[in-house]
């Protein structure tokens, strides 16, 4: 354990440095900045009962204008943060010296851990950004949180969740908020172990990984379009209504065991040799 947190850290070490981790949190960062400049365009010099609460303008929620266009980028955000370092590895011979010093199952446990913990910090700390944006900007005391709140549909999809959920938005509404952001980020640092399996496949050309995040965005786009199911709404607030939840259960479970099982195959196969 002590050799894989060792090598956990100098890859983690080397993603901070990589262009396209970078990348990926100046897109996510970009649209946080963008959202906040398009609502103060929207809101600015408004009454306070004329606007929504300052915890309901927020990026990571569906009910967001610019949400359909960021949820396009989101899988392409699981893939910048170390998701085609194998290839890169590959590329350069540097994952034959690294196994050198230690086994591939080592290897490719700190390459999924970083890959994961890489994604999260690209779509949580924009998150975070977004959050202090709105709270030192907007006030917390707009329509759907004081008098309309239980007549709006942004209020109506928070009780769906149920009654705790409730009293936590009513309560503490950037815990909520916060909560929510956390759980989506989860979420793509799941999917970011799928990327990453599925890049140790690859022996080269990095353009297949953005073909198949590319590919993972047209998917659930025409899922939307014609089942009208938000798969990202169980993670985020979300414009619909009494969502099952089971599809994106599935797809994330999907994600986690396709995931594990390539790379215990990986490992198994150089055991093989």
Same mark, same amino acid.
């Given at each position: 354990?002590?050799? &894989? ?28 900045? &963008?959202?906040?400049?398009? $609502? ?6 408004? $009454? ?38 194998? &290839? ?6 540097? $994952? ?51 008098? /309309? ?15 705790? %959920? ?28 799928? %990327? ?16 198949? /995040? /590319? ?59």
């Amino acid at each position: 354990m002590k050799r &894989i947190l060792k090598l956990f850290q100098n890859q983690m070490y080397l993603a901070l440095r990589q262009s396209s981790f970078w990348i990926g949190m100046l897109i996510a960062g970009g649209y946080a900045v &963008i959202a906040f400049l398009n $609502d103060c365009n929207r809101y600015w010099g408004y $009454d306070s009962g004329a606007t929504l609460a300052a915890s309901e303008l927020f990026l990571y929620s569906t009910n967001h204008p610019l949400w359909d266009a960021f949820s396009l980028v989101i899988p392409f955000l699981c893939v910048f943060a170390f998701g085609m370092q194998p &290839i890169e590895d590959r590329e350069s011979h540097i $994952d034959y010296c690294t196994v050198s010093r230690m086994n591939k199952r080592e290897y490719y446990i700190s390459g999924a851990l970083c890959s994961m913990v890489g994604t999260f910090l690209i779509t949580e700390v924009p998150a975070l950004l977004c959050m202090a944006l709105y709270g030192f900007t907007f006030e917390e005391t707009g329509v759907t949180y004081e008098g /309309a709140k239980y007549s709006s549909s942004y209020w109506r999809n928070v009780s769906d969740h149920g009654s705790h %959920f409730q009293m936590l938005h009513t309560e503490h509404p950037w815990l909520y908020v916060l909560l929510s952001s956390v759980l989506f980020s989860t979420g793509c640092a799941v999917a970011a172990l799928f %990327f990453y399996a599925c890049a140790t496949l690859i022996k080269k050309e990095k353009l297949w990984m953005l073909l198949l /995040a /590319a590919a993972m965005s047209f998917a659930i786009k025409r899922f939307y379009d014609h089942t009208g199911y938000e798969i990202y709404g169980d993670i985020v607030v979300s414009r619909a209504s009494r969502q099952s939840g089971i599809p994106t259960v599935i797809l994330g479970c999907f994600f986690l065991i396709t995931g594990v099982v390539i790379l215990r195959l990986k490992c198994r196969e150089t055991d093989d040799e």
